[in-house]
């Protein structure tokens, strides 16, 4: 596409070279950098942009755009790209704008659902990818677990890609026959324009509780819901959580058509009371019945365990219905549904049940640890970690939450990113520490002892929650990624012991 197609009513000015080039990507990582693309500088937390600006000319970027200035390079005649100065503040909306026409616009080809809150993102999005899929829809899926689609599945680096990524995913699935994407949408993917020039039909909020808030996040908690509402003023139907007390916040100022899902609340989709929990060698399943909108009732199962799984599912189940999908496709999708990594059961010949979850706060884990408890297991053991890095907060949280609902917590390292794990370990017994009586803690630094551990542990009726990790294949060790994933080491010892 030509440079000045590209540019037509952006906040951007080219201030060096010509528009009449043609381009043929863009990208904001420099070692992404092809032949003829356009090179986004980004201001960044830890670094700037513009310091890769003449290495991303010399490996052939056409168009480098930047705010402000860039640094006095001397380009050379065969490395002399265009220069286009954004706004200050404007370069990320930028790069989405641009990626979107570049890529031909492609989440105008798909009906597009974005979820957001702080849990219940990954959980929701693919229990409704599931349900249109059933309906038959070929559905793409963005977000934590990566992008799948029919055929396809890529690892992707955040749960809301950089915009020129994500357009690109987008473009890709469309290609490939896909009519509908359903992805999570962050608080920093809003804040960062990630998601800049894409229209959602509609949009789901989940919960809200504190998270993300620190240096290159949030500033507060306020802000945190601000950029999480913003969804709902880009979305033309939103579907939200009339149980959370943030829900009226997160409308605030809505320009959306709303529906409202619940368990508590008057709601226009609402689960009954009388959940039944169903525990089978390979599933913990949970049968709730919902009265639809106009009064019907309908018998449900999601194949995961608790409360906050059939809130997960109704939200589901509530935008399956404004897109028209049939009860009985939902009934088949939800109950065939698989979320990896989030109460996923593990598949093995013993006489208990190990289960992987992502939880990685207070919350999220007590609400895993709530819900197993409902299958009155002989033990509850849980296997986690926090990450280095990140707030101490989440740290305290969890060794609190896991002391006081299992029975045996085994402490070890989960993303230390660079951090002692003698620094991580001391919050977590310091948030133990806070609960009387509370669960017996053995402490084993490395993941796959600890995990080995837990496995000899099991006996009949218990239930072993790994959390953490969930669907993660990599772990973090002094700020290098290496192979490692909870599953593996379960079926290794599983295949040991038969």
């Known amino acids: 596409m030509m440079l000045c197609r590209l540019l037509e009513d952006l906040d951007c000015t080219l201030v060096q070279g010509r528009s009449d080039i043609e381009v043929n990507a863009i990208c904001c990582d420099s070692r992404s950098v092809t032949p003829g693309c ?115 599945r890529h690892t992707l680096g955040y749960t809301t890609p950089e915009s020129c990524d994500l357009q690109h995913i987008l473009r890709d699935m469309a290609d490939d026959g896909c009519d509908a994407c359903v992805m999570e949408v962050s608080s920093l993917g809003l804040k960062m324009d990630r998601v800049g020039g894409i229209a959602f039909d509609v949009g789901v909020f989940t919960n809200l509780s504190p998270d993300h808030i620190g240096p290159g996040e949030h500033a507060s908690y306020a802000e945190y819901r601000a950029w999480k509402s913003v969804l709902f003023r880009r979305c033309k139907v939103g579907v939200v959580n009339a149980d959370d007390r943030e829900t009226p916040a997160i409308l605030e100022g809505h320009s959306c058509r709303v529906v409202r899902y619940g368990i508590a609340a008057p709601a226009d989709w609402l689960a009954l009371p009388g959940f039944t929990p169903r525990r089978t060698a390979d599933a913990l399943a949970t049968d709730f019945t919902v009265r639809l909108p106009g009064g019907r009732m309908a018998d ?115 993303n230390s990113r660079g951090e002692p794990l003698e620094d991580i370990f001391a919050d977590i017994r310091a948030g133990m520490g806070r609960v009387q009586n509370g669960a017996a803690c053995v402490e084993i630094p490395n993941r796959r002892d600890a995990l080995l551990y837990a496995l000899g542990l099991g006996r009949e009726g218990d239930i072993l929650a790994v959390l953490g990790k969930g669907h993660e294949t990599t772990i973090d060790r002094d700020g290098r990624k290496v192979p490692f994933e909870d599953a593996a080491v379960v079926r290794e010892y599983m295949e040991r012991v038969k």
């Open 38 to 152: 356009i090179f986004v500088c980004l201001p960044g937390q830890h670094t700037d942009g513009r310091r890769f600006a003449y290495a991303a000319a010399a490996a052939g970027a056409a168009v480098l755009v930047f705010e402000g200035t860039l640094p006095n390079f001397e380009f050379s005649r065969s490395c002399s790209p265009a220069l286009v100065q954004a706004e200050p503040g404007k370069a990320r909306r930028v790069l989405a704008l641009m990626a979107s026409r570049l890529y031909g616009y492609p989440a105008r080809r798909m009906t597009m659902i974005g979820i957001t809150g702080t849990k219940g993102k990954t959980t929701t999005a693919h229990l409704l990818a599931a349900v249109l899929t059933a309906a038959g829809r070929r559905v793409g899926c963005i977000g934590t677990n990566g992008a799948v689609w029919p055929g396809q």
């Open 300 to 414: 449900f199962t999601v194949p995961m365990p608790g409360a906050f799984s059939v809130q997960d599912a109704l939200a589901a189940l509530a935008a399956a219905g404004v897109l028209g999908v049939p009860v009985a496709a939902m009934q088949a999708g939800l109950r065939g549904a698989v979320v990896r990594g989030r109460c996923e059961v593990v598949p093995c010949p013993a006489p208990f049940t190990v289960v992987l979850d992502y939880a990685h706060n207070a919350a999220a884990a007590e609400s895993v640890l709530t819900a197993l408890r409902a299958y009155h297991p002989r033990r509850l053991i849980t296997v986690f970690g926090c990450g280095g890095g990140r707030s101490r907060l989440r740290r305290t949280g969890m060794g609190e939450a896991c002391a006081r609902l299992a029975d045996l917590c085994i402490v070890t390292e989960d």
